[in-house]
């Protein structure tokens, strides 16, 4: 079904297996990776949002007239370009990536994380899918139909043993932490079994930030490997159309709004950074990270930082680990954070937390974001 037909070029990046992918420090690592063998066939719910907590906004669907063609009856072999992890000789993890060929299209897919989830569900692709795991937050409400007709393996990563049992032919993952050995295991591994695998195209974005450009390239890939690029082209043209859509409210005078986004942590605020895609989402939508300027995705930082940088409006997000309802408890709550603008003026607006990783609701919530920035 599918061959790898080139080597792995590697970044010099070593990062971490971590559900959250990160900035790390540049590691030296081969510049060529051998490919396995080539033209070897492939054969809970979640506890409620809190009463004062929005409800996610709706991402476009297809289009009633987009085509349902049936793949496997105008499939033609695709080469896709996919970020691929792997260890180097020193047992650390880095990224690179590498060109599989898909002779026809995945039947038995697993997805491990919700965003990746959502981007097949909302290419209809939930008939070609045996299994999904790891749910953040609540499928989106036009989903959920499709959701429940696939089985969840675990509340969060499945065994290895469980996901093999279920015979895959495709597994796609969102965070490097799905291909650990925790979870699906190595994406070579997975491929000398004759399983394809697909990571999100951002995890590869080393010393850069992401941007939605990379969520539009992995809907067009998933759409190439299964036979629906029509879909997948209408998918990216409905959330181009939104986020155009909210770049008018953006057009205000003086400095943009300074934002922090707390994402979890009492005593050391868990934050996005430098280049995370919320950072990316917020410039778009006319603000300004307050901590743009430290290195990448997701760190901790200090309260005082946060109180010297006076943030005007704070993101929370809303999670199953971390609601939003603890966090603003926690901000109204310390006499030390009640000189902080946001804080004084009650000024707050939630996310999901599944809007802040690379998928399918980053336009709804750019034009979330644009209008609290614009208030």
Not at 115 to 138: N, P, R, S
Not at 250 to 259: E, I, K, M
Not at 261 to 281: E, H, K, L, Q
């Amino acid at each position: 079904m599918f061959t790898r037909s080139l080597a792995l070029f590697a970044t010099s990046l070593a990062i971490a297996l971590a559900v959250v992918a990160c900035g790390a420090a540049s590691t030296p690592a081969p510049a060529e990776i051998q490919a396995p063998p080539v033209n070897a066939p492939m054969p809970v719910s979640t506890p409620a949002s809190p009463v004062n907590t929005p409800m996610p906004a709706v991402t476009p669907a297809l289009p009633t007239d987009t085509p349902l063609p049936t793949a496997e009856a105008t499939y033609a072999p695709v080469t896709v370009e996919s970020c691929t992890a792997f260890k180097d000789e020193e047992g650390e993890i880095q990224t690179g990536t590498a060109s599989y060929i898909y002779s026809e299209p995945p039947t038995r897919a697993i997805t491990l994380n919700q965003h990746v989830t959502e981007i097949m569900l909302a290419l209809e692709l939930q008939d070609h899918m045996v299994g999904t795991a790891y749910i953040d937050d609540e499928i989106l409400p036009q989903y959920q139909s499709a959701y429940q007709s696939i089985p969840v393996l675990a509340e969060e990563y499945p065994s290895r043993e469980v996901i093999l049992a279920h015979n895959p032919d495709f597994i796609y993952g969102g965070f490097l932490s799905a291909f650990g050995d925790g979870a699906a295991g190595s994406q070579d591994t997975l491929n000398e079994l004759d399983i394809g695998t697909y990571l999100t195209s951002a995890i590869c974005n080393v010393g850069s930030a992401d941007t939605l450009d990379d969520v539009y390239a992995d809907i067009r890939a998933i759409g190439d490997i299964f036979g629906v690029p029509d879909r997948a082209d209408a998918l990216v043209q409905a959330m181009s159309e939104e986020v155009a859509e909210a770049a008018p409210r953006t057009d205000s005078p003086g400095d943009p709004l300074r934002v922090f986004i707390f994402d979890s942590g009492d005593d050391s605020p868990y934050t996005a950074v430098c280049c995370s895609m919320f950072t990316n989402m917020l410039e778009t939508a006319g603000g300004s990270n307050v901590f743009d300027d430290v290195d990448g995705r997701w760190k901790s930082v200090s309260w005082e930082e946060v109180i010297d940088r006076d943030p005007e409006l704070i993101v929370l997000t809303e999670a199953d680990w971390s609601t939003s309802q603890e966090k603003i408890d926690l901000l109204l709550g310390d006499a030390a954070l009640a000189d902080i603008t946001a804080v004084k003026e009650q000024r707050f607006v939630v996310l999901q937390f599944s809007s802040l990783v690379p998928g399918i609701r980053n336009a709804a919530a750019i034009a979330e974001l644009a209008e609290a920035v614009g208030q």
